[in-house]
């Protein structure tokens, strides 16, 4: 383990987020659950568990992108694959939510909450690219600690080599949402997309024309492209390619 790698587990065993008892993970459809917030690309995903920093759950596809084999790979592991250059970005990433969550939400949500931020990281084929992190606590244990979360990594080569060096939490469960955050920006809330505008940002990502989408959503083609031009106006894009990176870079889908 590399001494930045060490920085990374220092901060997740902090004494006032790390759990001192194990956490029993509750009973989801994991497809189900990475399918709701996974953005467009190849990803895998695994739980992590901060009582013993073990994973498990790991998907398949972990081996198409690090060519780890799912059945032995390590937390440690998927923390080696992350750019040198990154990983103090990762430890201070993880430390400022730690801390903002803890100041200035409150342990009592969160479980509301989803992390994402990007970082480089190590392919099967020996080269870097970039990779979106999207993380859900899914339990706590008696006194607010960290228990196990949902870890997804998805490839985002096609959209950009360049990382933003900012996160976002978006909310859940009709908590607030706080975007582009970095360790000294102000708080911006993210744009207040309805249910419906999120399902046709995910099909426009998946290449779906408006005639498409309105076949999908059993709506008329006209609303559709209402929402289109709404959605382009709540997020200040110009088009929706712009719009479509925007929202999978912030976590917004």
């Known amino acids: ?58 998907s398949s596809s972990i081996s198409e992108i690090h060519g780890f084999d799912p059945n032995v790979v390590t937390f440690n592991d998927v923390l080696g694959t992350i750019h040198p250059d990154d990983v103090s970005f990762v430890v201070q990433m993880e430390d400022f939510f730690n801390d903002f969550f803890y100041n200035n939400i409150g342990a009592q949500k969160l479980l509301s909450y989803k992390i994402n ?32 979360s949902l870890n997804i990594h998805t490839r ?4 950009t080599n360049q990382n933003t060096y900012k996160g976002s939490l978006i909310g859940l469960n009709g908590e607030p949402s706080y975007m582009d955050l970095n360790f000294n920006t102000d708080i911006k809330k993210a744009p ?18 408006s005639i498409e989408i309105a076949e999908k959503l059993f709506i008329s083609d006209f609303t559709v492209k209402k929402h289109r031009k709404n959605i382009l106006n709540k997020s200040a894009c110009k088009n929706t390619a712009q719009l479509v990176k925007s929202c999978i870079l912030q976590g917004i889908i």
């Open 117 to 148: 931020y990007c970082f480089r990281s190590m392919m099967k084929e020996g080269n870097y690219g970039m990779l979106n992190h999207q993380s859900i606590l899914l339990t706590l244990d008696e006194d607010g600690g960290y228990g196990k």
């Open 156 to 159: 985002i080569d096609h959209l």
């Open 192 to 209: 207040e997309f309805s249910k419906r505008e999120i399902d046709i940002i995910k099909n426009i990502a998946d290449g779906l024309s």
């Open 1 to 58: 383990m590399t001494k930045e790698i060490q920085k990374l587990h220092d901060v997740w065993h902090d004494t006032q987020n790390r759990s001192v008892q194990n956490t029993i993970l509750p009973k989801i459809t994991f497809d189900d659950l990475t399918n709701s917030i996974i953005s467009t690309g190849p990803f895998y995903y695994y739980v992590v568990d901060f009582f013993d920093m073990s994973i498990s759950n790991v």
